[in-house]
């Protein structure tokens, strides 16, 4: 999948499902859930056990049916690995320029991490097409996010951290290309409790929020006239 491709399809599916877990079994458990609840993409971090592995066994598992993204990549080794593995997508908490570089070389999508309007710059400096606005919740949610994009009108920024299905619509009315959701959908308990149901539930209730706050942001937008001959 190329560059393009992976935006635009982040971009239509509009929520960046965050997998992180205690073992392989949940973390593949939460995958199942979520793409049953209707979300065909997901990023698992590093910091699942494992996680390089994880990756390859859903990659081969749900190829072509689902976009699989690497979380929490921060060394040029780890993405080497996850690209090998099968992920179409990285994902950074901060601005790992080693990462980025292995995947523009590698001709693959890497999303950095920037929380202030510094941070952003660099990160589009260095070349990023999306980028994920983390912790975006502790820093004023909804409201930051379209502070942040006044000056950045045209940049693609993924905000997570405090993202649920309660607030998606004023952060896709804030101008959120997609959210990332973890812990508000990918619930430890119900992992735990070997409960998929409730994180399927969740993944449906967010996708009909999206699609909602979506719709209601087209309809919101005053149409042009036809121009005058």
């Keep these: ?35 049953a609840g209707g979300i065909p993409v997901v990023e698992i971090t590093m910091t699942v056990p494992n996680a390089v592995s994880v990756i390859r066994e859903v990659a081969q598992q749900y190829r072509g049916n689902i976009l699989i993204g690497a979380g929490t990549v921060t060394k040029a080794e780890q993405a080497e690995s996850c690209f090998q593995a099968g992920a179409e997508f990285l994902v950074s908490p901060g601005l790992a ?24 710059m660099n990160a589009q400096e260095h070349g990023a097409r999306l980028v994920k606005i983390f912790p975006c919740g502790n820093v004023g949610g909804p409201k930051y996010l379209k502070s942040l ?43 735990r409790d070997r409960n998929p149901e409730k994180i399927t539930a969740a993944a449906r209730e967010l996708v009909q929020a999206v ?10 937008k005053p149409t042009q006239s036809p121009a005058k001959p």
């Design 1 to 35: 999948m190329t560059i393009d491709e992976a935006v635009r399809r982040i971009g239509e599916i509009g929520i960046v499902p965050v997998v992180r877990a205690s073992t392989v079994d949940e973390a593949t458990l939460a995958v199942e859930a979520i793409c």
């Design 97 to 120: 320029t080693a990462v980025l570089s292995v995947a523009q070389a590698s001709a693959k999508l890497a999303i950095p991490g920037a929380l202030t309007p510094t941070e952003l």
């Design 211 to 220: 699609a909602t706050a979506r719709g209601a942001l087209r309809e919101s």
């Design 149 to 191: 994009r006044a000056p950045f009108p045209k940049a693609l920024l993924i905000p997570t951290g405090g993202v649920n299905a309660a607030n998606a619509a004023e952060f896709i009315a804030a101008g959120a290309f997609a959210l990332g959701v973890g812990a508000d959908l990918v619930d430890a308990k119900a992992l």
